[in-house]
């Protein structure tokens, strides 16, 4: 196929996405440096909803550009959480850009842009090098937000460490992916994916180094043991709002990416690595919910929290060559739930805590009698975090561990279900400090601002929703061919 040749069209929702960071970055600079611009947040949200019609519209034009570059149901639902997620997250930062008058607003959000562009590039491509170009598009974005409060010594450092370890993580990416290439002569997952078997048994050895080297850097990207050393201090350092999508979209684009290279490129010779995923699972569920335990900052708390929930994540990935598209229902089906929950919670995180002028959990203290509405729905995202039943979150583990049970690894869903009991120990943490402990006495009533109202209530009403008829979400993706072999 030739540039010619290609259906251009495909990529419709990405370039209306970059024109539009481009205009929102355009705008920012005509109109001045400093000063607040909410009509610039306001604007991004507009792009981003733009992109989503764009996306739904795509649904019935589906389609492929050679072996690089797949339009699918997959690929169409996973930026949709993506878009929603930037859209909710640029919400929430509305008033913490306001409080921080440091950050410079434009660039700030036309930087979200373009780390969602990668971010959708990524969990199309079905090639090495639109992959590492999508990764590296949302790697670099997010180390400049990181670092977005660059007087801020916590957020320097955040930066810093995200860089020197991001970097490092690309590497292993791109060097297990050079093996790949230099065995194949291709960096079409497709066409790899045609060669693993007759490659592991010629070449054990190379294509085993491969695939752990492509492993190590994703399993950095999406923060699982033990290579989530770096997500404890960036997220303690990192603006509240950017914390929450580090924690939240970026993760959830990762796993939609080594899904992607798994499926495509590695389905054949799954015995290779089911059982490193489900050791990995497990591991990052031990660990994550162990030292969330003796957290007391939130921050820090949710980033050791999102350790164990992406461990939840992996669990379907190590039963999806067995029990095929009913692992890829409840990856999709957990992603909205912990997009909404975590969004959620994290919203309530970024008001109570700006107010407070600390990120230690006593910033919650008397939250009840401060704010009645946002103490109920965080207390409804923390339930829904541990798996507690009427929750989202207790469908989305239901299911996992179904597929667990299925996959004969009862083993890892017997983990899955003591981890999300211990889970609930220090989520009670946030509920004791709401209900249970006294307000300050200089604390006075808690404004909610309209954006921060407005993402708590959709991320409540979906977690609400989907916990009582979470069919409305499940029949939908059982009607559908995820991917074109399963």
Same mark, same amino acid.
């Given at each position: 196929m ?18 539009? #960071?481009?205009? @929102? ?38 389609g492929?550009?050679?072996?690089? &570059? ?6 169409m ?10 859209? /909710? =997250? ?16 434009g660039?700030? &959000? ?19 090098? $639109? ?11 997010? &180390? =400049? ?7 801020n010594?916590?957020? $320097? ?8 370890? %991001?970097?490092t ?5 791109? &060097? ?50 033990p290579?989530? /050393? ?84 992996? @669990? ?14 409840a ?16 919203? @309530? ?9 600390? $990120? ?6 008397? !939250? ?10 965080? $207390?409804?995202?923390?339930?829904? !975090?541990a ?5 989202? %979150?207790?469908?989305?583990k ?5 597929g667990? #049970?299925? #996959? ?10 003591v981890?999300?009991? @211990?889970?609930?120990?220090y ?7 709401m209900?249970m ?17 407005? =993402? ?31």
């Amino acid at each position: 196929m030739t540039a010619f040749d290609a259906n251009w069209s495909l990529l419709t929702p990405e370039m209306v996405l970059g024109a539009l #960071a481009l205009l @929102v970055f355009t705008i920012d600079f005509m109109t001045g440096i400093h000063g607040k611009k909410p009509f610039i947040g306001k604007l991004s949200v507009i792009s981003l909803l733009v992109t989503a019609v764009v996306v739904i519209f795509m649904k019935g034009n589906g389609g492929q550009i050679a072996d690089l &570059y797949f339009v699918d149901s997959f690929a169409m639902y996973f930026k949709l959480i993506i878009l929603i997620g930037v859209a /909710m =997250v640029i919400m929430i930062s509305m008033n913490y850009l306001d409080r921080n008058e440091e950050v410079y607003q434009g660039e700030y &959000y036309s930087i979200l842009l373009f780390a969602t562009l990668g971010a959708m590039i990524m969990v199309s491509s079905a090639d090495l090098v $639109t992959l590492f170009i999508g990764l590296e598009i949302l790697s670099i974005s997010s &180390y =400049v937000l990181a670092g977005f409060k660059k007087h801020n010594r916590h957020s $320097t450092e955040a930066a810093i460490k995200y860089v020197i370890l %991001g970097g490092t993580a690309s590497a292993f990416i791109l &060097y297990g992916m050079s093996f790949l290439y230099g065995l194949t002569g291709s960096t079409s997952l497709v066409e790899i994916g045609q060669a693993a078997p007759t490659l592991f048994a010629d070449y054990t050895v190379i294509m085993t180094i491969s695939l752990i080297f492509m492993l190590v850097g994703f399993g950095f990207k999406i923060s699982i043991v033990p290579f989530h /050393m770096w997500a404890p201090d960036v997220y303690e350092g990192a603006p509240t709002p950017i914390t929450a999508f580090l924690s939240v979209v970026s993760k959830i684009a990762g796993f939609a990416i080594v899904l992607r290279v798994f499926i495509y490129g590695f389905i054949e010779v799954h015995e290779e690595w089911t059982m490193i995923i489900a050791v990995l699972a497990a591991v990052s569920m031990i660990l994550g919910n162990a030292i969330a335990l003796t957290q007391k900052n939130t921050k820090r708390l949710m980033a050791y929290s999102g350790i164990a929930q992406a461990g939840y994540l992996l @669990v379907p990935i190590a039963a999806l060559p067995i029990i095929g598209a009913f692992s890829l229902n409840a990856i999709i089906f957990y992603s909205i739930a912990y997009l909404m929950m975590t969004l959620g919670a994290f919203a @309530v995180i970024t008001l109570v805590t700006e107010d407070a002028g600390t $990120t230690e959990l006593s910033s919650f203290a008397g !939250l009840f009698k401060r704010a009645p509405y946002l103490a109920i729905a965080m $207390t409804v995202f923390l339930v829904s !975090l541990a798996g507690l039943p009427l929750t989202a %979150g207790f469908f989305g583990k239901a299911q996992i561990f179904i597929g667990a #049970a299925m #996959a004969d690894m009862l083993w890892l869903a017997i983990i899955m279900i003591v981890m999300s009991v @211990v889970s609930f120990v220090y989520y009670f943490g946030f509920i004791k400090q709401m209900f249970m402990v006294e307000p300050k006495a200089n604390d006075e009533e808690l404004k909610v601002p309209a954006s921060i109202n407005a =993402v708590v209530t959709v991320a409540l009403a979906v977690t609400i929703i989907l916990g009582i008829l979470p069919n409305l979400v499940l029949d939908l993706f059982n009607n559908l061919n995820w991917f074109s072999f399963l």
